[in-house]
């Protein structure tokens, strides 16, 4: 990506599929210029909340990092009760169909 070299955060089940903090703030170096970030997460479906996002924001705002924020699912979050055909049913008819 424009001649970036990608370093990755391996994320475990033991820690619900989220980064650990240490981890992200360790492989931080003065060479880093974005944070990636993906929640809701493809493919472990993993959803950081807002106050864990704030902590990311923060150390991103620390190390002076541009954050590209891919929420693609953000409108595929299951707020509601997902019948077995992957419906939200009758009541939400701008919520869309996942799958
Ligand atoms: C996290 C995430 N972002 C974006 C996309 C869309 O990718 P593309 O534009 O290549 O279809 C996908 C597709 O699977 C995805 O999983």
């Not at 705002?61 to 299951?78: G, K, M, P, T």
Request: proline share 7%; net charge negative; with cysteine.
């Amino acid at each position: 990506m424009a001649g970036g070299i990608p370093v990755t955060i391996s994320i475990l089940e033991r820690n619900e599929f989220k980064p650990f903090i240490d981890d992200v703030t360790s492989l931080i170096t003065e060479k880093s210029r974005v944070m990636l970030l993906n929640s809701p997460n493809n493919p472990t479906g993993t959803v950081l909340s807002f106050d864990e996002l704030k902590v990311l924001a923060k150390i991103a705002v620390e190390r002076d990092l541009i954050v590209i924020s891919d929420v693609i699912y953000e409108a595929c979050v299951a707020t509601v009760p997902v019948s077995a055909s992957g419906s939200y049913g009758e009541g939400y008819p701008n919520f869309p169909r996942c799958l």
